[in-house]
């Protein structure tokens, strides 16, 4: 276990509660009204994929690790 | 607490208020759009210098690692959806859940830029990667990533001085459009870091 | 249709007190007319410092070899006379000037949306103008007022000074149009819909999103700049693996929208005043007000034709062209417009008429010649040349200062109670236009002939025109000065204007000269368009606006 592993896993576990959670605000959301609750909508929608990125990240499926050294 | 100011107060709101809570809200959602520009030009700067023929990474620079500012990502989002469920809790009356989540939200804020601060020192001290010794690829990262730290940072102080008014009743059900607009913010300042996570670490 | 306003109990009833003292009243007002008062005053002090330094450069080219300043203090002074110009003159004057002085009488507000945002606004521009002067003391720019690197990362101390200045005046813009924006989608009369609105308000409600946006953008480079020059961060530095021409991509993003900032409102005044002097209704209403708004979108798409020298890459250089080509459009519908509201109207030659009809004979030429310039190998011949400041000062002088002075002279009564002196505005139009032409026309054919821009010293062969523009800009400046001596001599002597002078049918003209505090007593109701002149008026509640009764609402009612 080192450094790297630990905050992996710290981000693919975060990253689906926080997608989950954004989502869900989102369905609750959905039929609200008003500028600003458009605007949150918006931007829950952006949080929820921008989790998801951070979880792929920490799966190794985008971006770029560096060897381990061991 | 101020769990008393909580009570409905129909009459409390009035005309007056409801139309100038009209303008800032619409006020508000301007500088967020020309704030946004104002990031959109950096992240031009950097992909055009980025595609413009000189490859990528730069000589000397590698490319950065994902895993500790994926961690640090998914802290910044939590805040925006702890942010978001301060703002249900307080419209709906549940002062104290609302109070606990704001903490959540600032505490979470503070974490995050603690984890700037350790990928910053990782990277000049470690790596030696700075602002102006290393080509475009630090004028654009630290740059970029600075002025959302600094964003992160009001945002911080802006929540800070949302506790201390919330303690001190400021707030009531039928008047938050500080509330309204601290969110609004921090759910900015979020989505930026989803598009600077993305083209600087994924892409 | 507006919602505010529409209940009672809102902004529209709410008055607040008016300041007594001085300071409070003249100097850090909120009254949204004082404010554009002092747009109006320190505007015109940086117009005469910079009319200065363009004196300044025409006489050094009376002589092939100038020999009236050194070529480096030439290279200062035409950089500082082209950005004052701009971000001190015509852009302050036109949408902090006349926008907040007018616009919101015109859609029945009390003032504008956030009144302590316009004040702080306004205290940010003499402040950056000063700095921006005083980088005379430390070595001012030497690039022109574009300021492109490189050679503006190798000057004097003060491109600093410059770059922070003009980012401090963009921050100035930027909240005067988020100001406008709001005070225009929000705070409308009942019944002033979007094309009810007079169209000097249509062109500053195109106008504010340009402000709002492009001037960011200006903000971001110049930013990056000065982080380039002070910390050696390399933006811009092509030896350390930057690029000298995104700041081109980036200062053309905002400064050509910035162009439609300095001409629209003026687009505004034109068609303020055309209607009202020749006594007949605008013509096109719509096409006009849906014109400003094309522009102002089409003017994003259309910045990187100032770089069709700057190794563009040959597939964005057409589309870049044809962009071009096409903003001419929505300008001809306009020019088109205003000629066919003259047609057949009973012309009244004032001398704010007189400026509308030089505005729109001039700003054609200008506006022909920048088709010209759209045409790639017609660029490519002229670019850097005098023809391009042949170009931008008829647009720029012919057109953004001719509607400022056609809007002085309209607007002049209703913000001191006294009308313009005819006579000597007449004197100031004649010789201002045979001054105006007689330096600028040459400056066309010299540039054809290849004469280059911001150099201090020329070939021989062009002495005979130099100077023939030179002693037609001296007629210029003196019809100027006769301009001054009027607005001091008027403001103590000139005729009682009473509250309607030119029987003009906006909103502002219904009130008294100049308007109280709270502009109105009752907020109107709107029923139609202003600029039907052989109809009754189409407003209601403003019969008690022209007596002593007090205002409707008593102030600091909440």
């Known amino acids: 276990m080192n450094a790297a592993i630990i905050e992996r896993l710290g981000a693919v576990i975060a990253g689906i509660v926080v997608a989950v959670v954004a989502f869900y605000a989102l369905y609750k959301d959905w039929n609200s009204t008003g500028v600003e609750n458009q605007v949150f909508k918006l931007m829950l929608l952006l949080l929820g994929i921008g989790a998801i990125l951070a979880l792929l990240a920490g799966l190794n499926v985008v971006g770029f690790a560096p060897p381990v050294k061991s | ?203 | 249709m507006s919602v505010a306003a529409v209940h009672s109990g809102g902004i529209a009833d709410h008055i607040h007190p008016e300041p007594q003292g001085f300071i409070r009243r003249y100097v850090f007002s909120l009254d949204h007319k004082i404010i554009g008062i002092q747009y109006l005053v320190t505007g015109f002090v940086f117009f005469m410092l910079s009319g200065l330094l363009a004196e300044t450069i025409r006489t050094q080219l009376l002589n092939p070899n100038g020999g009236f300043v050194s070529p480096e203090t030439y290279n200062e002074v035409y950089s500082i006379h082209g950005s004052a110009m701009v971000w001190l003159v015509v852009i302050p004057l036109l949408t902090g000037g006349f926008g907040n002085l007018v616009f919101p009488v015109q859609i029945g507000a009390r003032d504008v949306a956030f009144p302590w945002l316009n004040m702080l606004s306004f205290w940010i521009f003499p402040v950056s103008g000063l700095m921006l002067f005083s980088s005379f003391l430390m070595g001012a720019p030497t690039a022109g007022w574009m300021e492109y690197p490189p050679v503006s990362l190798q000057g004097q101390a003060g491109t600093s000074m410059w770059a922070a200045a003009i980012f401090l005046v963009g921050v100035s813009s930027t909240m005067t149009g988020l100001n406008f924006l709001v005070t225009i989608l929000k705070m409308r009369a009942p019944g002033m819909t979007f094309t009810r609105m007079p169209l000097f308000v249509w062109g500053q409600f195109a106008t504010a999103p340009l402000l709002m946006i492009a001037t960011t953008a200006l903000a971001a480079a110049l930013a990056a700049l000065f982080i380039n020059r002070e910390f050696g961060v390399p933006f811009y530095d092509p030896t350390k693996g930057g690029s000298p021409v995104m700041w081109q991509h980036m200062f053309w993003f905002y400064s050509h929208p910035a162009v439609y900032i300095m001409i629209l409102p003026a687009f505004g005044i034109i068609s303020e005043v055309l209607p009202t002097f020749a006594r007949k209704s605008i013509f096109g209403y719509k096409m006009i007000a849906f014109s400003s708004a094309a522009i102002a979108l089409l003017g994003f798409m259309v910045w990187a034709h100032h770089m069709f020298t700057s190794g563009l890459a040959p597939f964005l250089q057409l589309p870049f062209m044809i962009l071009t080509y096409i903003i001419g459009v929505p300008t001809g519908i306009k020019i088109f417009s205003w000629t066919a509201t003259l047609w057949g109207g009973k012309i009244h030659y004032s001398t704010a008429m007189l400026f509308a009809i030089g505005f729109v004979a001039l700003f054609t030429l200008g506006g022909i010649t920048g088709i010209f310039l759209a045409a790639i190998p017609f660029d490519l011949h002229v670019h850097g040349t005098y023809f391009i400041v042949g170009h931008i000062h008829y647009v720029l002088v012919g057109g953004s200062m001719m509607g400022i002075f056609a809007g002085m002279y309209y607007w002049f009564p209703k913000m001191s109670g006294r009308l313009l002196n005819e006579t000597l505005g007449k004197w100031h139009f004649w010789l201002f236009f045979i001054g105006f032409n007689g330096t600028f026309i040459p400056m066309h054919w010299l540039g054809m002939l290849g004469m280059p821009r911001e150099v201090a010293t020329y070939d021989p062969q062009f002495t005979f025109w130099n100077r023939f523009e030179t002693f037609a800009s001296y007629l210029m400046t003196f019809a100027i000065l006769i301009f001054f001596v009027n607005i001091i001599w008027s403001i103590r002597y000139g005729k009682k204007a009473g509250a309607n002078p030119w029987g003009a049918r906006t909103l502002e003209w219904q009130v008294p000269s100049p308007p109280h505090y709270y502009n109105f007593k009752h907020v109107p109701t709107v029923y139609g368009l202003p600029y039907d002149f052989s109809q009754p008026l189409p407003y209601k509640g403003l019969e008690e606006e022209l007596t002593d009764s007090p205002p409707a609402v008593a102030a600091g009612a909440h």
């Open chain 2, 1 to 203: 607490m101020a769990v008393a100011s909580l009570a409905p107060d129909a009459g409390e709101v009035d005309q007056l208020y409801i139309e100038t809570r009209e303008l800032r809200l619409q006020g508000f959602l301007f500088f967020l759009i020309s704030d946004c520009v104002l990031f959109s030009s950096f992240i031009f700067a950097y992909l055009y210098m980025r595609n413009s023929g000189q490859g990528w990474p730069p000589p000397g620079v590698q490319r950065l690692d994902v895993a500790f500012a994926a961690w640090n990502s998914v802290v910044l989002f939590g805040s925006g959806a702890t942010m978001h469920y301060a703002l249900e809790n307080f419209k709906y009356g549940h002062f104290m859940r609302y109070m606990w989540f704001l903490l959540a939200t600032i505490v979470l804020g503070v974490m995050f830029l603690g984890g700037q601060a350790y990928e910053y020192n990782h990277l000049i001290f470690g790596e030696h990667v700075t602002w102006a010794g290393s080509g475009i690829f630090g004028a654009s990262f630290f740059t970029l990533t600075g002025m959302h730290g600094f964003h992160v940072f009001i945002g911080v102080c802006y929540l800070t001085v949302l506790v201390l008014q919330s303690a001190a009743g400021v707030y009531t059900r039928g008047k938050y459009f500080g509330i309204t607009a601290g969110t609004l913010y921090w759910h900015f300042v979020d989505v930026i870091w989803v598009v600077l996570f993305s083209i600087f670490y994924l892409l």
